[in-house]
Nanobody, 121 residues
């Protein structure tokens, strides 16, 4: 079994910062890409950023230059540093791991439970 636990969400004023974390635990052979998504009320889940095992990152235009994704491979943890937050960043944020549970199995996607981020004055 694999479990992804997110933390770091909360209420922040416009222009403020938050740092999200997501740690994976359980039966894991290897982790490929890690990523972050979000879903606002009434909207579809939106891609934000991904980072490869080697540290290469990619961002959606909506967050490029404001959000930074990073990872700690030894801890199977991914982070999302969010700066210059705007009210439209309000959403539930989800982490995503593409990982293999065994050496002989293919990769699968796993999701965190979600953490609420609210940007409001």
């Amino acid at each position: 079994q694999v479990q992804l636990v997110e933390s770091g969400g909360g209420l922040v004023q416009p222009g403020g910062s938050l740092r999200l974390s997501c740690a994976a635990s359980g039966s894991i052979f290897s982790v490929n890409a890690m990523g972050w998504y979000r879903q606002a009320p009434g909207k579809q889940r939106e891609y934000l950023a991904t980072i490869t095992t080697g540290g290469s990152s990619n961002y959606a235009d909506a967050v490029k230059g404001r959000f930074t994704i990073s990872r700690d491979n030894a801890k199977n943890t991914v982070y999302l540093q969010m700066d210059s937050l705007k009210p439209e960043d309000t959403a539930v944020y989800y982490c995503n791991f593409n990982l293999r549970r065994r050496s002989y199995t293919g990769p699968s996607d796993y999701w965190g439970q979600g953490t609420q981020v609210t940007v409001s004055s």
